[in-house]
T-cell receptor, first 116, second 115 residues
Framework: EAGVAQSPRYKIIEKRQSVAFWCNPI?????LYWYQQILGQGPKLLIQ????????DSQLPKDRFSAERLKGVDSTLKIQPAKLEDSAVYLC??????????????FGPGTRLLVL | GESVGLHLPTLSVQEGDNSIINCAYS??????FIWYKQESGKGPQFIID?????DKRQGQRVTVLLNKTVKHLSLQIAATQPGDSAVYFC??????????????FGRGTQLTVWP
């Protein structure tokens, strides 16, 4: 079974520039997540989709971050304009929603962003 | 602040020894906990999970213990191998009832296995 795919793997930009990340979840997984992982910390949820609808975006800095999941499959996360503090690894995860609250999330390799 | 934390940021063990990684959580309403392993340059990899109605769950070489009285979680790795070297995260699902819930991750423990 193919895992969660992400691209690019690395990105270096200057502050105030824009950047976009792409994620392809595991086939059949209805739920997709974007996390930000700052060096030395655990992942922090930015946004959660169920199919193509947003379930939780309370931690997303909406003045500069946006995300979409058209057709309920692939997703893109955009930062515009980027700040130095956005330097982090951006992880995408997906899960096959099961009733009862259990949802094993499977992570992609992440995109490592460096803002100069 | 984060509700899930780890007692020790680093742990060094010798190959073949058993490892114990600890985690504390603060939300007594959390009903689902997961351990992830993250190797350098990779995304977190699911290891084992446990629901709040259990106090122990075993997998292949790994055991998770849950003590709800003191809100403590531990991951035990038997016969630790060099390939186990990684950062280990516990994550807490603060689920809203039985629907989709948000995972909160702790800071992680760096496990180093010496030959």
């Amino acid at each position: 079974e193919a895992g969660v795919a992400q691209s690019p793997r690395y990105k270096i930009i200057e502050k105030r520039q824009s950047v976009a990340f792409w994620c392809n979840p595991i086939s059949g997984h209805a739920t997709l997540y974007w996390y930000q992982q700052i060096l030395g910390q655990g992942p922090k949820l930015l946004i959660q989709f169920q199919n193509n609808g947003v379930v939780d975006d309370s931690q997303l800095p909406k003045d500069r971050f946006s995300a979409e999941r058209l057709k309920g499959v692939d997703s893109t996360l955009k930062i515009q304009p980027a700040k130095l503090e956005d330097s982090a690894v951006y992880l995408c995860a997906s899960s096959l929603y099961r009733s009862g609250g259990e949802e094993t999330q499977y992570f992609g390799p992440g995109t490592r962003l460096l803002v100069l | 602040g984060e509700s899930v934390g780890l007692h020790l940021p680093t742990l060094s063990v010798q190959e073949g020894d058993n490892s114990i990684i600890n985690c504390a959580y603060s939300n007594s309403a959390s009903d689902y906990f997961i351990w992830y392993k993250q190797e350098s340059g990779k995304g977190p990899q699911f290891i084992i999970d446990i629901r709040s109605n259990m106090d122990k769950r075993q997998g292949q070489r790994v055991t998770v213990l849950l003590n709800k009285t003191v809100k403590h979680l531990s991951l035990q790795i038997a016969a630790t191998q060099p390939g186990d070297s990684a950062v280990y995260f516990c994550a807490e699902n603060m689920g809203r009832g039985s629907t989709l819930g948000r995972l909160y991750f702790g800071r992680g423990t760096q496990l180093t296995v010496w030959p």
